[in-house]
């Protein structure tokens, strides 16, 4: 067995780094609001990033012993019903993210080998470039979990080295910028228009007053994730005093990496030029954006257009590279922070004695694999199939969109009945004043419910009920799985007692 509390400082903050910050989203903000997209980020720093993981970092001083995490926090809040709809709902939403991102890892690699996405000319065994993709994800999970199982140790190694590289894009993309900065006379591509250019989305398409709340939604999801390392405050050396100066640090580090990325993106991008030329989406925005800031150092620096051409091929792979590398580190954070929280909060007289059983290096092994299973099937059924099997994926997402929501709802509300509870030990206290965390855990509910309003209102316009249904369906289906187990439970704790 490993030692109990063995994770540094710096090792918590690398993971927090990989699971949270995603360079990708700052070309995407700049591609849907140009410099406009600041301001969002900032809000949603200011009204859920910030103050959500300021109540996280007191949850998870005050239960640092406790192996449940998310799960803890919920139940000793909460009490064990809520905790385990709101937990069933939360596992659910983390799944789903995995099977609907995992894809993204082969357009990174593809990026890497050839300097563009050719994932859709993938082919073995016969197999089109979907189900080849589909069969790659499924061998990805189980190499991932195969290796995660062997200890906490290989998670938060190779989870570290996806945060060192995402460390590392973001400060080669802003020293890059700024060398550009300077050659180009201090002189922005995209002029700043004040303080239209801060408020106004420049695209033309993107200009309504639900289309902006949207991109707040988006914005509060790019910070999402901080809250699955609740379950390594008990592995920690001296999380009392550690955990929450990691996620307090780490919080302040990624607010303030994603608004001045997204700034120094007009360094070197005219978006009107970059952006409205062909083939560019909202998946390869990164991959255009960094290889136009490699062209346009090298047409600065003089070189021929050959030289320009070879240099920007390598800023897109550079990019593409590390994100693939980042992208890696945090699948091992995802793969064992969620199912370890479920797992080993809930009590164990719910499950078979094999399921929440610890293997050698400490690891809930178990249910780990049989997450990976799970996980499998679902990429098996979205890849491999006809037309059913990818509106069977749809539905998935759409089921899981209001759901990703909820956890937060759960878990920001909990906040005041965990302040509430004398009998919880809280030896790391921010919000002191009642009237004060009130308000925050309003404010910061509000927000939330925002952008579940925001997703029904544009189900509604478009006239899309069917989607509208769907989107209604995801969390009232996953609360009814949660509140199954939950009446499971009791049947098993009633049939022990007697």
Not at 108 to 121: E, F, H, P, V
Request: with cysteine.
């Amino acid at each position: 067995m490993t030692d109990k509390k063995q994770l540094t400082l710096m090792s918590v903050m690398l993971m927090i780094f990989t699971s949270t910050f995603s360079f990708d989203n700052t070309s995407i903000a700049y591609y849907t609001m140009g410099d406009a997209g600041i301001i969002w980020y900032i809000l949603a720093a200011l009204f859920f990033f910030v103050p959500s993981t300021l109540m996280f970092s007191e949850f998870g001083v005050a239960m640092r012993d406790e192996p449940g995490g998310v799960f803890s926090w919920l139940e000793k809040s909460l009490g064990l019903k809520w905790a385990f709809i709101g937990g069933f709902i939360w596992i659910a939403s983390w799944i789903i993210l995995t099977v609907s991102t995992v894809s993204k890892i082969w357009i990174m690699l593809s990026t890497t080998i050839s300097g563009a996405d050719k994932t859709g000319q993938w082919h073995i065994f016969g197999l089109n470039s979907t189900e080849t993709i589909g069969l790659i994800s499924i061998l990805f999970i189980i190499v991932v979990t195969a290796i995660s199982v062997r200890g906490l140790d290989k998670v938060s190694s190779l989870a570290a080295i996806g945060g060192i590289a995402a460390v590392v894009l973001a400060l080669f993309f802003i020293t890059a910028s700024l060398f550009f900065l300077v050659l180009n006379g201090f002189k922005l591509a995209e002029p700043i228009n004040f303080p239209k250019s801060f408020i106004e989305s420049p695209r033309p398409s993107y200009q309504s007053t639900s289309q902006m709340i949207s991109f707040l939604i988006y914005a509060v999801y790019a910070y999402a994730g901080i809250e699955a390392l609740g379950g390594i405050s008990d592995k920690m050396k001296n999380s009392k005093r550690n955990f929450p100066i990691a996620l307090g640090i780490s919080a302040l580090l990624i607010a303030s990496a994603y608004a001045i990325i997204i700034f120094l993106w007009s360094t070197s991008a005219n978006w009107h030029e970059v952006f409205q030329k062909g083939g560019v989406n909202l998946g390869n925005t990164t991959y255009v954006l960094m290889s136009n800031l490699g062209y346009s150092i090298g047409n600065a620096l003089g070189l021929s257009a050959n030289q320009a051409e070879a240099l920007s091929f390598f800023f897109a792979r550079f990019g593409s590279f590390t994100m693939l590398l980042s992208y890696l580190g945090s699948f091992f954070v995802i793969v064992y922070m969620p199912i370890k929280s479920f797992i080993l909060g809930t009590p164990k007289k719910l499950w078979p004695k094999s399921l929440p059983a610890l293997n050698r290096f400490g690891m809930p092994s178990n249910a780990m694999w049989w997450q990976a299973v799970i996980v499998c099937i679902l990429i098996a059924l979205t890849s491999f199939g006809n037309n059913s099997a990818k509106a069977f994926y749809e539905i998935l997402t759409l089921m899981d969109n209001v759901s990703s929501t909820l956890p937060y709802l759960f878990l920001v509300s909990a906040f005041i009945f965990f302040k509430r509870n004398q009998k919880i030990v809280k030896p790391y206290v921010i919000f002191k004043v009642k009237w004060k965390y009130m308000t925050i855990v309003i404010a910061v509910n509000l927000v939330l419910l925002l952008g579940v309003g925001s997703t029904m209102v544009d189900a509604i316009t478009t006239k899309n009920y069917l989607n509208l249904f769907l989107e209604l369906i995801g969390p009232v289906l996953f609360g009814v799985i949660g509140y199954w187990l939950y009446v499971l439970y009791e049947r098993r704790t009633k049939k022990f007692e007697k």
